[in-house]
């Protein structure tokens, strides 16, 4: 089992462009997560998504959105990048609320 | 003020020393995760807890409900044992939205 993958590792944009990060998990997970981690600060939730076919946002959706395409897959986009959002992004999973999140390997993400 | 505050943010060890790392949070919670952050970013959870005591390995976790305190020891300390150490909790009646702590930066020097 690879857990849960990411896709890409790394990224450069400039202010303006957009771009999907890429989130899969293989567990047969319910629920799925996208953070956001920046230096001094804790983790962050951007959007959640409870079961497949629902999303809902976290403490900092601003300027983001998603798309839980199935099961497995949760996608993260950003229409406008912005020099704020450079940060690395973490996708999780788990089977539902009080279970263990598992992580993916993370994106680092910088907007210039 | 955070409402996940760990202490200490830095922590410098000798090897085979007896550690202890110290999470408060401010809100109702269902659970407390402890999570492992090695340098290079991957990011693996050590425990959940309710109540009392989980034990893995060389590793422990307390949590005092009432007090609003968690505690996470390793016992017999190695380098290897050297990561952030991240402290989150499941708010009532919003457990999928952890709430995360800053983390501690743990060096365990051989």
């Known amino acids: 089992n690879a857990g849960v993958t990411q896709t890409p590792k790394f990224q450069v944009l400039k202010t303006g462009q957009s771009m999907t990060l890429q989130c899969a998990q293989d567990m047969n997970h319910n629920s799925m997560y996208w953070y956001r981690q920046d230096p001094g600060m804790g983790l962050r939730l951007i959007y959640y998504?409870?079961?497949?076919?629902?999303?809902d946002k976290g403490e900092v959706p601003n300027g983001y959105n998603v798309s839980r395409l199935n099961k497995r897959e949760f996608s993260l986009r950003l229409e406008s990048a912005a020099p704020s959002q450079t940060s690395v992004y973490f996708c999780?999973?788990?089977?539902?609320?009080?279970?263990?999140?598992?992580f993916g390997p993370g994106t680092r993400l910088t907007v210039l | 003020k955070n409402e996940v505050e760990q202490s200490p943010q830095n922590l410098t060890a000798q090897e085979g020393e007896f550690i202890t790392i110290n999470c408060s949070y401010s809100?109702?919670?269902?659970?407390l995760h402890w999570l492992q952050q090695h340098p290079g970013g991957g990011i693996v959870s050590l425990f959940m807890l309710s109540s009392g005591k989980k034990k893995h390995g060389r590793l422990i976790a307390t949590i005092n409900i009432q007090e609003k305190h968690s505690s996470l020891h390793i016992t017999a300390s190695h380098p290897r044992d050297s990561a952030v150490y991240i402290c989150a909790v499941s708010p009532n009646g919003a457990t999928n939205k952890l709430i995360f702590g800053t983390g501690t930066l743990l060096a365990v020097q051989p």
């Open positions: 999780a999973s788990d089977r539902g609320p009080l279970n263990e999140q598992f």
């Open positions: 809100v109702g919670i269902s659970a």
């Open positions: 998504s409870a079961s497949e076919g629902t999303t």
